[in-house]
């Protein structure tokens, strides 16, 4: 499979929102198809319809086939951490306005959740939905209606990253201090030792690594967390050197929209009298 990764160069990328430069050669277009998606020859502006990431009916849920599919957008994200881009939810014109545009909204939000939870940094995506104000096709056929119902990715700048400020914990008297540590992802950890013999950092069971002391010199130990989650860790020899770092994203909250209801009517009246169409609303 072609790599995804984008030749973009850091010394245009790090300038605070500066065009994305594509590529001599490259163009930006939508993946096909079962292919991942390539954001190589694309600029600041473009937008590519993301048509593998779909819905259930009326509802932001994504199908499972969509997060197969955006779990290759957050690795392309990730590897590119300097790029800003637009999550953008489309719809048909069936129901009301207002019907469409919180739904749609609801689906760049969703999107959007689950590429955080994916590792994504928050500050690169900003979902925004627009009903169906934006359509690509006739809304008067099915064909037309299921090419307005779609994801699409715009690329709107660049983010400038601050390097990570490590954090770090003191090993004194025998004791982690502090116990916990709430970080974000991509944080560096650092250990302190301050105490007069050497302690060993094993992470749930797993051998970590020695800090070797000199005494009152402070020898240090650190580790990078990329991914969230829950890491415990403790001195392999003496237990009272324990702790644990907590890796969390910066996630946003939203409202999952399973079964909207259609204006002056129920949802089950609504979904009797409506033919059913591929990937909904």
């Given amino acids: 499979m072609k790599n995804i990764r984008v030749g973009i160069a850091l010394s245009v990328v790090m300038l605070a929102m500066s065009p994305l430069v594509s ?7 939508s993946p096909a198809p079962g292919m991942p998606l390539e ?14 990431v779909h819905f259930d009916n009326d509802s932001a849920k994504l199908r499972p086939s969509a997060m197969t599919f955006l779990d290759q957008v957050a690795k392309e994200l990730k590897d590119n951490p300097t790029i800003k ?12 306005y207002d019907y469409n545009m919180n739904l749609s909204q609801n689906r760049a939000n969703s999107a959007k959740f689950y590429l955080v939870s994916a ?5 690169q995506l900003v979902p925004k939905g627009y009903g169906f104000t934006q359509p690509i096709a006739d809304n008067a056929t099915a064909d037309g209606r299921a090419l307005n119902r ?16 490590p954090t770090k914990v003191y090993i004194s008297t025998f004791h982690a201090k502090p116990e916990r540590l709430v970080v974000p ?12 013999i050497s302690h060993d950092i094993t992470f749930d069971g797993v051998m970590g690594s020695r800090i ?16 969230a989650g829950t890491y415990n860790y403790r001195c392999s020899v003496h237990k009272d050197v324990n702790g644990k770092i907590e890796v969390k994203p910066s996630v946003d909250q939203y409202v999952t ?24 609303g």
């Fill in 23 to 29: 590529a001599e050669s490259g163009t930006c277009r």
């Fill in 150 to 165: 779609r994801v699409e990715l715009e690329l709107v700048g660049t983010l400038v990253l601050a390097p990570a400020k």
């Fill in 185 to 196: 992802v991509g944080t560096e950890v650092t250990w302190v030792n301050y105490d007069e």
């Fill in 85 to 96: 881009v637009a999550i953008e939810g489309h719809t048909d014109n069936n129901a009301s």
């Fill in 257 to 280: 929209t399973e079964s909207p209801v259609y204006g002056g009517q129920t949802t089950s009246s609504y979904k009797a009298n409506q033919t059913v169409e591929p990937y909904g």
């Fill in 212 to 227: 070797w002391t000199s005494p009152w010199l402070g020898n240090t130990y650190s580790l990078k967390f990329d991914q």
């Fill in 119 to 123: 590792g994504v940094n928050p500050a």
């Fill in 39 to 52: 954001l190589d020859g694309c600029k600041a502006g473009d937008s590519l319809i993301l048509r593998e």
